[in-house]
């Protein structure tokens, strides 16, 4: 007891030691900051660069454009070939309208078919021509019974016959 | 003084200890040395007492500008240059006819700007936009230059970012800008005096989507148009705006890296297939454009339906706007000209309406078709003499008779034989003064006055029979007729939507009967009269080969101070072919000139219209399916 006491004054007593203590837990901590923080920085870096090359995508997507810059570049955004697709969509429509057909027909000298020209003839299975399909149409709601629980479609000695079904089955299984 | 030597011989580290030796005297510390300790500490408690004071200042100012009146203004300014509000409108469905050709697309248009800072020569964005954008109405005035020069000027003087030119550009003119700024920019580098070196440094656009029409003015009349802020107005453009436009979302995008809003995929407008056969549109089109110039006629309507299903095969109507051009609304509907008379015009139809009034006595069992009535050349109705339309008597005259030579008296006599009660429920069953319910935009319930109402009058009964007093609309008409021309009884609802394309999936709605105000037979027996009617009065609008029924209608035209026989309205209502009814054809000329009867104006339309329908709908004649049939 007097050995720790004389150790523990002993060390009381020395500034050095004190100074040296400090030092040190404020070297660790300004260290494990610098650590912190270092690991911080490069994650909030790697963050912002990924957040900014989003962002410059999103204003070369729905941004501005420079007058000088090449607008017909391979780098397009989805969004922007969507519209021209659209636009060369609306432009084959022209194209191919009443009027532009109209025009075509006069130029190669056809004339519309008169009733009495026609020749009908009967051709079996031929089916008749039908509505445009753009896209199939939605699958029909099928409610499949074995989606049902047994509980809601069992009599009750459906129900005991599988217990007893499921316990000698157990049972069996137990043998060695 | 061993013990003495022991007891000073002590580590180096522990000369300064404060322990007491008991044979030592105690070595204080110098008076210095306490004194600097002293000054030190006084110094690091200022220093901390300064520290903590201003980190009370600045915390207290904190929580001061919390509750402080500019809290708000602070808050928001933050908010305006933190994040940009950006309104992502998902691309307009498109609209085809029902064998896929694209009646309403989408074409590309460009937004044009400024980016201030960027800007070099003001005067030369001025000059190329005023010069290459001359085909818009809203740019092409002698003052867009300054204006534009203005604006840009403003924007430098008050630090702008960026500021809009122009809307609505084309590919070609923004073709036309971009060589324009390629060539500026190889301009050799040499004074340019005060004007300075010509540029369009600064200009910027941005691509978006904007309605197109292939089609022009073909079928304008029901698709309506889409206005400059999107917005379907009239026809399908209006009735299905939401389905069409999808939703656009409105969203706050953060300028903050570290907040990386997402773009929401939008759900694209759905797409709608409709029942207009564009073949069959042209067609009527162009046969009621020739009705229209060979009667004079102001306007007209012709409509053509599939009584089987309700479909709207063709609808067409004058006069007709280029929805690519919808700013020259106001010059092409003046005076109020509804901009589908179809469905937005009602009017007296005149004799059609007997066809109805016919249907009626024939279901209800007041008369068949061997009932004769001796027409004496007037009927007294309610206080009113009422007389045929050549103010002849026509003697002894069964039912059919009555219809083919269009007997006001006779069918007056019918509506009375039923009187007003069972009259007018059937009327009200037909669908009149009631909307039909078609998926079109604007649509008008016209007016059937019925006993009870403060302005009906017995006479009314009279009238009414045959037309007049009671106004329809063409698709009420047509909506009601179906009921004969299908032979089923049945009232087919109109309409011009045939399927719905959305997430991937085309949804096709199931025809809806509107009602059945008559049996079967009736319509048998009905299209039967109308059909020999039709032959036994050679009328115009047979079609050689095609057994069709059919009944024409002339209605004077009403004015304030009563009906007036220099206008009429001319109908014609026909379908065909009995053995299988494919079509119902509306005929409505309004004030004709070169005559004002139906059966010589409108007849001759359904008669051109048929004999073109017969071939785009592969009709065979019925000697020739009777034929076919037999082998």
């Known amino acids: 007891m007097e050995n720790l006491h004389q150790i523990t004054h002993a060390y009381s007593q020395a500034p050095w030691r004190k100074q040296m203590y400090m030092i040190g837990v404020i070297l660790l901590v300004l260290v494990s900051a610098a650590i912190i923080a270092g690991i911080y920085l490069n994650v909030t870096a790697r963050a912002a660069a990924a957040g900014r090359q989003i ?70 299975g031929y089916v008749d021509r039908q509505t445009t399909s753009l896209a199939p149409p939605p699958e029909p709601v099928v409610v499949n019974a074995s989606g049902i629980a047994p509980e809601f479609k069992e009599s009750l000695f459906d129900w005991i016959a599988e217990q007893v079904r499921i316990t000698a089955r157990y049972f069996s299984e137990a043998k060695p | 003084m061993r013990k003495y030597m022991a007891d000073r011989v002590v580590p180096a580290g522990r000369v300064r200890r404060k322990t007491p030796a008991r044979d030592i005297p105690e070595i204080s510390q110098p008076t210095n040395e306490k004194a600097g300790q002293t000054l030190t500490g006084w110094r690091f408690n200022l220093l901390g007492v300064l520290f903590f004071l201003a980190g009370m200042m600045i915390i207290i100012q904190l929580v001061r500008l919390q509750f402080s009146p500019e809290r708000g203004e602070f ?74 020069f203005a604006v840009i000027h403003s924007a430098q003087i008050s630090d702008t970012a960026y500021v809009q030119l122009a809307d609505f550009v084309t590919p070609q003119e923004l073709d036309q800008l971009q060589d324009w700024s390629r060539n500026y920019v190889n301009l050799p580098n040499v004074d340019y005096g005060k004007a300075g070196r010509p540029s369009l440094a600064g200009i910027v ?210 509506a009375t034989e039923m009187e007003a009660g069972p009259f007018y429920q059937y009327m009200q069953d037909f669908g009149f003064g009631q909307y039909t319910g078609i998926d079109l935009a604007a649509e008008a319930a016209g007016r059937l006055k019925i006993p009870g109402d403060t302005d009906w009058y017995e006479a009314d009964l009279g009238t009414n029979a045959f037309g007049q007093g009671v106004a329809v609309t063409p698709i009420q008409m047509v909506m009601a007729i179906s009921s004969v021309a299908n032979g089923r009884g ?12 959305r997430d991937g999936f085309q949804y096709t709605p199931t025809p809806q009967i509107m009602g059945k105000p008559i049996s079967a ?69 309004e004030k004709p000139t070169s005559s004002p009867w139906g059966s010589v104006v409108a007849a001759p339309v359904f008669h051109n219209l048929v004999e073109r329908l017969v071939v785009l709908m592969d009709i065979p004649p019925d000697g020739v399916l009777q034929g076919l049939s037999n082998q």
């Open chain 2, 521 to 589: 037979e009736t319509a048998a027996t009905l299209t039967q009269m109308l059909s020999d009617s039709l032959e036994s009065e050679s009328s115009d609008a047979l079609v050689e080969g095609y057994r069709v029924a059919g009944k024409t209608g002339t209605a004077e035209i009403a004015t304030p101070t009563g009906y007036t026989g220099d206008a009429t309205n001319a109908s014609f209502v026909g379908w065909g072919p009995l053995d299988n009814p494919r079509f119902l054809v509306y005929v409505w000329l």
């Open chain 2, 75 to 148: 808050v928001s300014q933050g908010d305006l240059y933190s994040r940009t509000l950006h309104i992502f409108s998902p691309p307009r469905g498109d609209i085809y006819d029902r064998w896929g050709h694209l009646l309403a697309g989408s074409t590309l248009v460009y937004e044009l700007g400024a980016q201030v800072e960027n800007v070099e020569n003001p005067d030369t964005i001025a000059f190329a936009l005023s010069k290459v954008l001359v085909g818009h109405p809203e740019y092409d005035y002698p003052g867009y230059y300054d204006d534009v």
């Open chain 2, 205 to 414: 656009y941005r691509p978006r989507l904007q309605r197109y029409y292939p089609e022009n003015e073909l079928g304008a009349n029901f698709l309506g148009f889409v206005n400059r802020e999107g917005t379907g107005v009239y026809g399908v453009e209006a009735e299905f705006n939401d389905l069409l436009a999808g939703t656009p979302q409105s969203i706050w995008i953060s300028l903050d890296p570290y907040q990386v809003t997402e773009i929401p995929e939008l759900k694209a407008g759905s797409d709608l297939v409709l029942t207009i056969d564009r073949e069959i549109q042209a067609a009527a089109e162009e046969v009621l454009d020739q009705g229209i110039e060979a009667s004079g006629a102001d306007g007209g309507v012709v409509l053509v339906m599939d009584p089987n299903t309700g479909e709207m095969l063709a609808m067409a109507s004058t006069p007709r706007l280029d929805p690519n051009e919808f700013w020259n609304y106001a010059e092409v509907f003046k005076d109020k000209t509804p901009y589908n008379r179809a469905v937005s015009a009602d009017y007296e139809p005149g004799s059609v309406f007997k066809v109805l009034t016919m249907a009626a006595a024939l279901d209800a069992g007041v008369v068949t078709p061997d009932t004769e009535y001796v027409d004496t050349g007037s009927i007294y109705v309610g206080g009113i003499n009422i007389h045929n339309w050549d103010w002849g008597a026509w003697g002894p005259q069964n039912m059919e008779e009555c219809l083919a030579h269009s007997l006001n008296v006779c069918l007056a006599w019918v």
């Open chain 2, 490 to 501: 049945e009232m087919m609802i109109p309409h011009v939507m045939h399927s719905l394309v």
């Open chain 1, 55 to 124: 962002q410059e995508m999103q204003v070369r997507i729905y941004g501005y454009h420079n007058l000088t810059a090449d607008a017909s570049g391979s780098s397009l955004p989805i969004e922007e070939l969507e519209q021209r697709i659209a636009n060369l969509t609306s432009q084959l429509a022209f194209l191919t309208s009443y009027q532009v057909m109209q025009e075509r027909i006069k130029e190669l000298d056809l004339e519309p078919i008169e009733v009495t020209n026609i020749e009908y003839l009967q051709v079996p």
